[in-house]
């Protein structure tokens, strides 16, 4: 006889369901307020260094990091394409790069910039441009002023290695990897990294900007940066109209030019949307395969040192793209 008490749910299958249930509401909250708690995060402990005289360095470091930490962690447990979690024989290419970054790159060229904007400009020009940034205005328009110079000579800098071969070739590192993760945001070339540093700051450095308003500039964009290349289902809503959320970027590293050179902002959209160069779908948002566009010659494959040094051998830009 068919018994109907078998079909009642139990304890156990009622408690797991909870648990699926409750995973699933996390990963959706997750996923829609990830990105603006980060901006929240930034934002706030930066007003708040500001406000009591912290170190506005440290307060955009360290919030920054936990954001970068979080999205990795993130990763394991909602991850957006599961064939992005495999390593592809990238992995010591991108911790090579992040560390070579971090630990001298960067550092040089924070404290070396100046010199050569100096020797450039001259001291009584860099005293007609200390007039010309608007000081005198609430800091938060100081800081969005900043924020669309920035972006706006970091989009041309990006949208000329894409143009011209021999930045192409530098700029092709980054772009070497077939999967989009937490760490491959910081896989770069060190001579691509200092043209877009130099492109990106060098011009605030000119009109005077206020050291506080650069690093609130900064504060702004760093979330964004930290999770631009996530392997994470966000959804951003609006803010994907506004910057260049994982969900915008991955059309830019599409493995072909018509739907990779889109996206060409640092951090924020609005000089895409001005060139006609932004790409977003709310559905199907979702490039077929990411990498370098083909045919190519570019040693992907290669070690990080081999891969940057490529750059300075006989014919290295020919056919890159």
């Not at 040693?299 to 891969?307: D, E, G, L, N, Y």
């Amino acid at each position: 006889m068919f018994d109907v008490g078998r079909l009642q749910p139990t304890a156990e299958s009622k408690r797991v369901l909870r648990i699926s249930r409750g995973g699933t509401v996390i990963k959706t909250s997750l996923a829609r307020f990830f990105l603006p708690m980060a901006l929240a995060l930034n934002a706030g402990v930066f007003l708040a260094a500001r406000q009591f005289g912290v170190s506005l360095e440290l307060a955009i470091v360290i919030p920054s990091a936990l954001i970068l930490a979080a999205a990795g962690f993130a990763e394991r447990n909602m991850t957006y394409r599961p064939d992005w979690k495999t390593g592809q024989g990238d992995l010591r290419t991108d911790i090579t790069s992040a560390a070579l970054l971090f630990g001298v790159v960067d550092p040089l060229l924070k404290w070396l910039l100046p010199v050569p904007v100096l020797a450039l400009a001259g001291a009584q020009a860099m005293e007609i441009g200390a007039a010309v940034f608007p000081a005198d205005l609430p800091f938060a328009t100081q800081v969005l002023v900043a924020t669309l110079l920035a972006e706006f000579t970091s989009y041309w800098s990006h949208r000329l290695h894409h143009r011209l071969p021999a930045l192409w070739w530098l700029h092709a590192l980054h772009h070497g990897s077939q999967r989009l993760y937490w760490l491959n945001n910081f896989r770069i070339h060190p001579l691509n990294h200092a043209i877009n540093y130099i492109l990106g700051f060098a011009p605030l450095l000119l009109i005077g900007t206020p050291p506080d308003v650069v690093l609130g500039y900064l504060a702004l964009t760093y979330p964004v940066l930290m999770t631009q290349h996530a392997n994470l289902p966000l959804r951003s809503g609006w803010l994907n109209y506004v910057f260049s959320t994982n969900e915008v970027h991955r059309w830019h590293h599409a493995d072909n030019a018509r739907d990779g050179d889109r996206n060409f902002g640092r951090a924020l959209v609005l000089w895409d949307m001005v060139f006609g160069t932004y790409r977003y779908h709310a559905k199907g948002n979702d490039p077929a395969a990411v990498g370098l566009y083909r045919p190519t010659t570019y040693p992907a494959r290669s070690s990080f040192a081999k891969q940057v040094w490529s750059m300075f051998l006989p014919g290295c830009c020919k056919a890159a793209q």
